[in-house]
């Protein structure tokens, strides 16, 4: 397990992945000796791609530190909650919220969910001198192990250390930080996937740079402005700044199916058909307001319905009744396009859509319009602070709620002032998620904060979808920050700290956010109490192994299992960690049913093409029972056994394997995989 990473991650470099990725594609270009022939792979190139040996791209202090971060393997394990996972609203819950160094996290996702996310959103420090932002990492890299490992001189290698370890807060600082998260990110990313960035101004050039580097210039799909503030503050003395950024890159943008989409209730989503000046035509949801006209409205034959450049002539009347295109109203005398003539239309390029008419860009938007209306509706009269309009064009309007809007859900939730520096509101990732148009997909936030963004999936699910979310959060010491910051800050942490407190919590940071997620939980229930959405989450932690295990680690080796298990490195781990830590390696991720079962008294664990064994103490009669369920079970198929090495002796291990090599005999004819594990 951690013995197998470490020894693997000594061989790793900068270019470790970028290698595997060509190995795949190009096994031709590599000798027998893994040495790869840069000549031979010109000759794909050729015809294709001038090859040159200057360039445009980001440089900065620290890439190559960056991507061999990116490529070295996490040693930590995942530590499952045991008590909150086994609550009744947790227990089924896909939903999964990590407490841990986000590229550690991301490195534990890759190995479950490779290109199976849709929707990443993050809002990452800003690194505007006042949010906190200092560089540290933990990986103990000495000024000559760097310098081989880069091909750099010491000099260099020490610049980077220095940024490493004493911390900095400069641009190749952040450069260097946030590079590895987003290669990993990538890697997330399914096809058709796409990733929303939250920024400002101070890092904003840098990011677009940095995301085209990693994802692919061709693939920016929009820098979108959102207005954070209502209005500036009258007391400043120079411009104020009431907007920030969120940077919308696909993964392939020739798979992305775009912002305005179609949600089916059955399918994930269909083909949209086209007007004849290429604009979609879709299904027009019950209960959306024509952004034209009033509600209700008839618009007579011959009528023009003009833009600057665009109109449509109708050749018939027009009627919309309550967001519907309706067929079936009894007004005498009129023609009326139903949903089926529409786009019988516009298959026929009879149809050509405005900007004005909404039909031309219909979106399955979140249905509340923000908590006042939801809480007027409830006939709560405490609805100060909430004017949201579901229908905005674009981000530069409260539509998409502001900085203050999100203070005021934080103070409704915790019951006084905002707690978090900066925090967006749940209507603005709401809407950044349903512009997807998926019913059904992951959105990851591996900056969760106050975990806004769980919040912003919970609404949703309560409003028809089925997302499923997974939060990464850094488990922050405030007690540490509240020493190391002064003025605002400090009496902002302070009162992070008082609320912990107050309801019996660590002085974490995504302790604040759990807490977030439960209570909003609380509320989506009361507002809709016959909801049947996922609103629980698993709870996991990412811990790395202390000094006295990895010494035991160190020292182990198979021959001292020779006659008996004179270890303890299974307590120092503990069963449930080693389970969790293996289940998301080989692929099940953090929420995989696994089945245990009573092997004559000893526990196995069984799921898809894995049986894990991993306590001390097995017996011949266990041995026997494992091969005689191999034999007797038709659906009891396991390719793989997995063994927790330091459990194990010698004798027991070579009963085992003995025992089931006899499988290959049998009808079943299988041949089992030992992986033996340290």
């Known amino acids: 397990m951690i013995k197998d990473i470490i020894t693997a991650n000594e061989g790793v470099t900068p270019n470790s992945r970028e290698m595997t990725a ?33 360039g445009y791209e980001l440089k900065f ?15 930590t394990v995942i530590v499952p909650d045991e008590e909150h996972n086994a ?89 260097m930080f946030m590079y590895p998260r987003l290669l990993l990110a990538r890697d997330l990313l399914s096809d058709d996937g796409v990733i929303f960035i939250s920024i400002d101004d101070n890092e904003g050039h840098n990011l677009k740079l940095l995301c085209d580097d990693v994802f692919g210039e061709e693939n920016i799909i929009s820098e979108l402005v959102w207005e954070k503030k209502k209005k500036g503050s009258y007391l400043a003395n120079d411009i104020t700044n009431i907007k920030e950024y969120v940077l ?30 290429g604009r979609d035509v879709r299904v027009i949801p019950a209960g959306i307001e024509s952004k034209y006209r009033e509600k209700n409205f008839t618009m007579k034959k011959g009528e023009i319905i003009s833009d600057t450049t665009m109109n449509l002539l109708l050749l018939s009347d027009l009627v919309i009744k309550d967001g519907i295109l309706a067929q079936e109203l009894s007004i005498e005398g009129n023609w009326r396009y139903g949903q089926e003539s529409m786009s019988e239309y516009a298959k026929n ?54 900085n203050e809007d999100a203070d005021e859900e934080q103070r409704i939730l915790f019951g006084q002032q905002s707690l978090m520096s900066y925090p967006k509101p749940v209507l603005l990732i709401m809407k950044l998620i349903a512009s997807l148009h998926k019913k059904r997909m992951v959105v990851c936030d591996f900056f969760s904060g106050s975990a806004t963004t769980a919040e912003a999936v919970m609404r949703s ?19 540490e920050s509240y020493e190391r910051t002064s003025g605002e800050d ?90 969790a830590t293996w289940l998301v390696r080989d692929g099940y991720g953090f929420t995989a049913p696994v089945e245990e079962l009573d092997l004559a008294g000893y526990k196995g664990y069984y799921i898809g093409k894995h049986l894990y064994l991993i306590e001390q103490s097995l017996s011949e009669a266990a041995i026997e029972a494992i091969a005689v369920k191999y034999e007797t079970d038709g659906g009891f198929n396991p390719e793989n056994v997995v063994l927790f090495g330091y459990s194990f002796t010698w004798t027991e291990t070579e009963q085992l394997q003995i025992n089931l090599k006899r499988l290959k005999d049998t009808e079943k004819n299988l041949r089992i995989n030992f992986d033996i594990r340290y």
Not at 387 to 397: R, T, V
């Open 349 to 402: 390029g009879e149809l050509y859509i405005t900007r004005d008419l909404y039909l031309r860009r219909i979106v399955r938007e979140p249905r509340e319009k923000g908590l006042k209306d939801l809480l007027l509706r409830l006939g709560n009269s405490d609805s100060t602070g909430y004017s949201y309009s579901i229908n905005s064009d674009d981000l530069q309007s409260s539509g998409w709620g502001s």
């Open 61 to 75: 202090l620290g890439k190559n530190y960056a991507r061999l971060l990116a490529s070295v393997d996490t040693t």
């Open 248 to 277: 919308v890159y696909a993964k392939k943008k020739s798979d992305f199916s775009g912002l305005i989409g179609q949600i089916n209730s059955e399918e994930e989503t269909y083909p949209c058909v086209n007007a004849t000046n």
């Open 87 to 175: 609550n009744p609203e947790n227990a089924d819950s896909q939903n999964i919220y990590i407490s841990g160094d986000n590229l550690d996290g991301l490195k534990h996702l890759l190995k479950s969910y490779t290109h199976k996310v849709k929707c990443i959103y993050i809002d990452p420090p800003y690194n505007t001198g006042t949010d906190g932002f200092v560089y540290n990492d933990s990986f103990n890299f000495t000024i000559e192990e760097l310098s081989e490992k880069l091909s750099i001189d010491e000099t260099q290698a020490q610049r980077i250390l220095d940024l490493t370890k004493r911390g900095s807060a400069s641009h190749s600082a952040w450069l």
């Open 490 to 579: 400090k009496k902002r942490v302070e009162k992070v700290i008082s609320f912990l407190d107050s309801v019996h919590r660590q002085h974490t940071l995504d302790q604040l956010g759990m807490e977030r997620i439960i209570r909003a939980a609380a509320k989506i229930r009361e507002e809709h109490p016959d909801t049947t959405a996922d609103l629980g989450f698993k709870h996991f932690t990412l811990v790395e192994p202390s000094k006295t295990t990895l010494d035991k680690l160190e020292r182990f080796t198979p021959e001292d299992n020779g006659m008996f298990v004179g270890n303890t490195v299974l307590e120092d781990f503990g069963k449930p960690t080693v389970l």
């Open 22 to 54: 060509l190995r795949e594609n190009f096994p031709s270009c590599f000798h027998t000796d893994g040495t790869f022939d840069i000549e031979r792979f010109k000759e794909f190139l050729s015809d294709k791609v001038s090859v040159t040996g200057e």
């Open 461 to 479: 699910n309560a409003n028809g979808m089925t997302y499923e979310y997974i939060m990464v959060q850094l488990p922050e010491n405030l007690d």
